[in-house]
C-alpha cells in the first residue's frame, strides 16, 4: 500500500472497498440453518438409540444425549476437524451445544502449556464464561416473568 492511501481517507476508503471479500449473507444463513439442523438430527438419532437399545424413557435419554454429543465434538476438536467444519459452517455449528463443548475444548488446548491451574483452568471460560452468565441471568429473569404471570 502506497503512502497515497495513508494521507487520503477518500483513497483510502475507496481501496478498502475494492479489496473486500464479497459478503455472502444468503449462503451462509442456508449453511448455518442446514448444518445447525443436521447437528440436531445428529442429536436426535443419538437420542432414539438411547430410547430403544437402552431402554430410557423419553425425559431420561436427554442427559446422555447431551453427554454423547458434547464427547463427539470434543473429540473432533482435539483432532483438529470440528474447527475446519466450524469455519465452513458458520453459525450453525456454534450453536448447538457442540459449538459450546468446542469453545471450552478449543481454549484447554490452547492453554494447555501452562499448566492445569494458570493455564486450562484459568482460561477455558475466557471464551465460553459469557454464555453461561447470560444464560443463567436469561434464566432468571424469565423464571421470574413465569413465577409472576402464574401466581399474580
Not at 431420561?60 to 483432532?79: H, Q, S
Not at 451445544?97 to 475444548?105: E, K, L, P, R, S
Request: hydrophobic share 45%; with cysteine.
Amino acid at each position: 500500500m502506497t503512502t497515497r492511501y495513508l494521507n487520503d481517507k477518500k483513497a483510502y476508503g475507496q481501496f478498502v472497498k475494492q479489496h473486500r471479500p464479497a459478503r455472502t449473507i444468503f449462503r451462509n444463513t442456508i449453511r448455518a440453518y442446514m448444518v445447525g439442523g443436521a447437528i440436531c438430527v445428529v442429536g436426535q438419532v443419538v437420542q432414539n438409540l438411547f430410547i430403544h437399545y437402552g431402554h430410557f424413557s423419553i425425559k431420561d435419554a436427554g442427559n446422555p444425549t447431551v453427554a454423547v454429543m458434547i464427547l463427539m465434538a470434543v473429540i473432533l476438536t482435539g483432532l483438529g476437524v470440528y474447527d475446519k467444519f466450524a469455519n465452513w459452517a458458520g453459525a450453525g455449528s456454534a450453536v448447538p451445544v457442540t459449538g459450546f463443548a468446542n469453545t471450552m475444548a478449543s481454549a484447554a488446548m490452547e492453554y494447555k502449556s501452562e499448566g492445569f491451574i494458570s493455564g486450562i483452568g484459568s482460561n477455558m471460560f475466557k471464551l465460553a464464561g459469557p454464555v453461561v452468565v447470560y444464560g443463567v441471568v436469561s434464566a432468571f429473569f424469565i423464571s421470574l416473568i413465569r413465577y409472576l404471570v402464574t401466581h399474580y
